[in-house]
Protein backbone atom coordinates (compact mmCIF):
# COMPACT_ATOMS: atom_id res chain seq x y z
CA UNK A 1 0.00 0.00 0.00
CA UNK A 2 1.36 3.55 -0.14
CA UNK A 3 -0.26 6.80 -0.42
CA UNK A 4 0.35 9.84 -2.60
CA UNK A 5 0.47 13.59 -1.88
CA UNK A 6 1.07 16.05 -5.29
CA UNK A 7 2.10 19.42 -4.38
CA UNK A 8 3.35 22.56 -6.25
CA UNK A 9 0.72 23.61 -8.49
CA UNK A 10 0.01 27.41 -8.85
CA UNK A 11 -0.44 29.73 -11.76
CA UNK A 12 2.50 30.76 -13.74
CA UNK A 13 2.85 32.83 -16.90
CA UNK A 14 3.82 31.10 -20.36
CA UNK A 15 7.62 30.21 -20.60
CA UNK A 16 7.81 30.16 -16.87
CA UNK A 17 8.50 26.61 -14.96
CA UNK A 18 7.11 25.07 -11.96
CA UNK A 19 8.41 21.94 -9.90
CA UNK A 20 5.81 19.10 -8.67
CA UNK A 21 6.43 17.11 -5.88
CA UNK A 22 4.78 14.14 -4.80
CA UNK A 23 5.18 12.94 -1.53
CA UNK A 24 4.94 8.91 -0.81
CA UNK A 25 4.16 7.30 2.23
CA UNK A 26 5.32 3.99 3.47
CA UNK A 27 8.37 2.06 3.12
CA UNK A 28 7.76 0.65 0.07
CA UNK A 29 8.29 2.99 -2.34
CA UNK A 30 11.29 1.93 -3.87
CA UNK A 31 9.71 -0.83 -5.22
CA UNK A 32 7.06 1.41 -7.79
CA UNK A 33 7.73 2.77 -10.83
CA UNK A 34 6.51 6.49 -10.57
CA UNK A 35 4.65 8.59 -12.75
CA UNK A 36 2.94 11.70 -13.79
CA UNK A 37 -0.60 11.99 -15.65
CA UNK A 38 -2.57 15.37 -16.63
CA UNK A 39 -6.33 15.70 -17.19
CA UNK A 40 -7.37 18.92 -19.07
CA UNK A 41 -10.75 20.27 -18.58
CA UNK A 42 -12.78 18.55 -21.03
CA UNK A 43 -10.28 15.99 -22.11
CA UNK A 44 -9.22 12.52 -20.72
CA UNK A 45 -6.31 12.02 -18.17
CA UNK A 46 -3.43 11.44 -20.04
CA UNK A 47 0.32 10.51 -19.34
CA UNK A 48 3.53 12.83 -18.76
CA UNK A 49 6.30 11.25 -17.80
CA UNK A 50 7.41 7.82 -16.10
CA UNK A 51 10.57 7.02 -14.18
CA UNK A 52 12.02 3.65 -13.03
CA UNK A 53 12.19 2.02 -9.25
CA UNK A 54 15.88 3.36 -9.43
CA UNK A 55 16.08 6.65 -11.59
CA UNK A 56 18.07 5.03 -14.24
CA UNK A 57 15.14 4.83 -16.53
CA UNK A 58 12.62 7.35 -17.51
CA UNK A 59 9.80 7.70 -20.33
CA UNK A 60 8.04 10.93 -21.42
CA UNK A 61 5.35 11.79 -23.83
CA UNK A 62 5.71 13.69 -26.82
CA UNK A 63 4.30 16.62 -25.34
CA UNK A 64 6.84 17.04 -22.56
CA UNK A 65 9.93 15.38 -23.86
CA UNK A 66 12.72 18.45 -23.79
CA UNK A 67 10.79 20.53 -21.50
CA UNK A 68 9.86 18.74 -18.20
CA UNK A 69 11.96 16.15 -16.42
CA UNK A 70 11.03 13.26 -13.91
CA UNK A 71 13.16 12.26 -10.96
CA UNK A 72 13.49 10.36 -7.70
CA UNK A 73 14.79 10.81 -4.36
CA UNK A 74 13.87 7.02 -2.75
CA UNK A 75 15.85 8.45 0.72
CA UNK A 76 13.17 11.23 0.80
CA UNK A 77 9.98 8.89 -0.66
CA UNK A 78 9.28 11.68 -3.41
CA UNK A 79 9.32 12.10 -6.65
CA UNK A 80 9.07 15.26 -8.61
CA UNK A 81 8.30 16.96 -12.27
CA UNK A 82 10.51 19.85 -13.38
CA UNK A 83 8.38 21.68 -16.03
CA UNK A 84 10.04 24.58 -17.96
CA UNK A 85 9.08 26.67 -21.18
CA UNK A 86 5.31 25.73 -19.54
CA UNK A 87 2.44 26.39 -22.57
CA UNK A 88 -0.75 27.68 -22.01
CA UNK A 89 -1.87 23.83 -22.63
CA UNK A 90 0.06 22.25 -20.13
CA UNK A 91 -2.92 23.65 -17.89
CA UNK A 92 -4.65 20.80 -16.04
CA UNK A 93 -4.80 19.02 -12.93
CA UNK A 94 -1.63 16.80 -12.51
CA UNK A 95 -1.44 13.41 -10.64
CA UNK A 96 1.57 11.49 -9.42
CA UNK A 97 0.70 7.03 -9.86
CA UNK A 98 2.65 4.47 -8.65
CA UNK A 99 3.27 1.34 -10.63
CA UNK A 100 4.28 -1.73 -9.35
CA UNK A 101 4.73 -3.44 -12.68
CA UNK A 102 8.10 -4.23 -13.72
CA UNK A 103 9.04 -1.11 -15.60
CA UNK A 104 7.70 2.78 -16.14
CA UNK A 105 4.77 2.53 -18.14
CA UNK A 106 3.12 5.36 -20.50
CA UNK A 107 -0.50 3.15 -20.06
CA UNK A 108 -2.43 4.67 -17.31
CA UNK A 109 -4.32 1.34 -16.78
CA UNK A 110 -1.14 -0.37 -15.15
CA UNK A 111 -1.07 2.15 -12.05
CA UNK A 112 -2.18 1.14 -8.86
CA UNK A 113 -1.92 3.89 -6.55
CA UNK A 114 -3.19 8.18 -7.58
CA UNK A 115 -2.77 11.34 -5.77
CA UNK A 116 -6.23 13.18 -5.32
CA UNK A 117 -3.80 16.26 -7.98
CA UNK A 118 -2.28 19.69 -8.01
CA UNK A 119 -3.46 22.00 -10.33
CA UNK A 120 -1.21 23.82 -12.94
CA UNK A 121 -2.63 27.02 -14.72
CA UNK A 122 -0.39 28.72 -17.54
CA UNK A 123 -1.65 32.07 -18.88
CA UNK A 124 -1.14 33.47 -21.98
Known amino acids: QIHLVESGGGLVQAGGSLRLSCAAS????????MGWFRQAPGKEREFVAAISWSGGNTVYADSAKGRFTISRDNAKNTVYLQMNSLKPEDTAVYYCAADRSRGPSKRLYEYDYWGQGTQVTVSS
Open 26 to 33: GRTFRLYA
